[in-house]
């Protein structure tokens, strides 16, 4: 029972109850236990192939495990379930999820041909400008199951040890040693398949030379780096436990400097936002709900930014010995003569090209199939603008559909752009590593993001109803008179022409809402699409709260009705709201 002050005088209660299981559950109840009030674990097991899709389930481990949470025996007294049992069931998120939790794709193919959970600038903890430079924020990565590390290195004060600081900037430092042990600790907490270390390189060769002896004193037999130059990827499953670095060799800083000097055509996207600091920044507590916008999801301006500075602080670069350059298994840079030039495949060499989010747009204008082809062999990374100084991202789909691996976001940059790169990286297990769709690696006819497709699948959707916020939530969180009125968005994220949101109508006043309402989606990529999930409170004088989202990959959306558990704005699993609904492709 809930009590809402209206007055000084008057006091309105509200009785919290559970909601009744929703027709379709009762109509799949009746039918698989062929009309009776009990079905049996054979009856189960009927409804979970047919129904659930789910061929090797087990009926009997699973009813029991129902019957225990719902009755706590240890001896059962009964072995078949009611109609409250089964719709508990249905609502349980552990044992009803609307995607699987095991590593399901072949991981034997070259780590270019899958998309990679990517960090950038991993050691910040806040906006880009004056936050500090922890190990800590990299340590929740790895846990989060991110598998690209970024790490910008600089000489100490005294020019003797390397720190790790976002350079030209007030981000007070961490060093590098540190970050190393906690990435050597971290690294497979959540997942085998290997870490790559990007390293943002502003050393003198005295303390690359001290890099080289950090890394291998660390990691040892953990770091891979090959006997000569990689003419193709290893594989996840061979990098299995394997700490990876990438970075330009040392010969690229003197020869990126000089074409940069030259006006190369590259030279604005140079793999570093060094420059971009150096401008006049705006307010550091710029509106972060900005990053929350609906308009965050179309392609941002235009803008000049520069990531990983090829100035190493000399008035010369010389070249350093082979210890540190051996270390390097992934090659960076960028080849003289232009994009064009850049992005060729070469048959006996593989490297690693970054453009930064509107460069990468700005390429995708005249050279979208090059992009693609390029990806086929070689990595190509995105990084965000330089003058997103809150550390808010950006549409993550511009890279993917063009094969990037590695589209490298501010993982404490909370917002949509975020969530959807948690539910991109739901899949495969939550392994960190999505194998990218066929479509993406096909030679012959090279996948054209801008071509109009037919429809080749149709999700439908239902979401029935919705429950756990009383348990989440304070009474008086949503509103302090009255229990909350909830909707719910759902929709795709995906290429522009299967983009859409569509909402429920709102409920009134109550904590369980019961929606009963269906959407269809037509899916020319459903490759590339993620459903979108969100839960507001309709608030008629301010903006609506928020009550829940989640992102959910559509090539792995399981059949039947589904418990999908809702998280917080950072994507942190809230512990009891969830939602009721059904997936099925028509």
Known sequence: MGSYRLCLCFTRKFKITEAEPPEDVREAFRKYADGGFHMTAEQFQRFLVDVQGESGADAHRIMEQILHRRHHITKFTRHTLTLDDFHHYLFFPDLNPPVGSEVHQDMNAPLSHYFIFTGHNSYLTGNQLSSNCSDVPIIKALKRGVRVVELDIWPNSTKDNV???????????????????????????????????????????????????????????????????????????????????????????????????????????????????????????????????????????????NEESDDCELESCPLVGPVYKSLIAINAGKPKGGLKEALKVEIDKIRRLSLSEQALEKATESHSLNIVRFTQKNFLRVYPKGTRFNSSNYRPFIGWMHGAQMVAFNMQGYGKHLWLMHGMFRANGGCGYVKKPEILMNDNMVFDPKAKRDVQKTLRVKVYMGDGWHLDFKQTDFDMYSPPDFYARVGIAGVRADTVMKKTKKKEDNWNPVWNEEFTFPLTVPELALLRIEVHEYDMSEKDDFAGQTVLPVWELKQGIRAVQLHNRKGEKYSSARLLMRFEFI
């Open 163 to 305: 720190h790790v600081l976002h350079g030209r900037t007030l981000t007070t430092p961490v060093e590098l040693i540190k970050c190393l042990g906690s990435i050597k600790e971290h690294a497979f907490s959540a997942s085998p398949y290997p870490v790559i270390i990007t390293l943002e390189d502003h050393l003198t060769p005295d303390l690359q030379d001290k890099v080289a002896k950090m890394l291998t004193q660390t990691f040892g037999g953990m770091l891979y780096y090959p006997k000569s130059e990689l003419k193709e990827f290893p594989s996840p499953e061979d990098m299995k436990y394997k700490v990876i670095v990438s970075t330009k060799p040392p010969k690229e800083y003197l020869e990126a400097k000089n074409a940069q000097e030259e006006g190369d055509n590259l030279h604005k996207d140079k793999d570093s936002d060094e420059d971009e600091w150096q401008k006049e920044a705006p307010d550091v507590k710029a509106d972060q709900q900005q990053a929350d916008d609906e308009s965050e999801f179309e392609t941002s301006e235009h803008n000049q930014d």
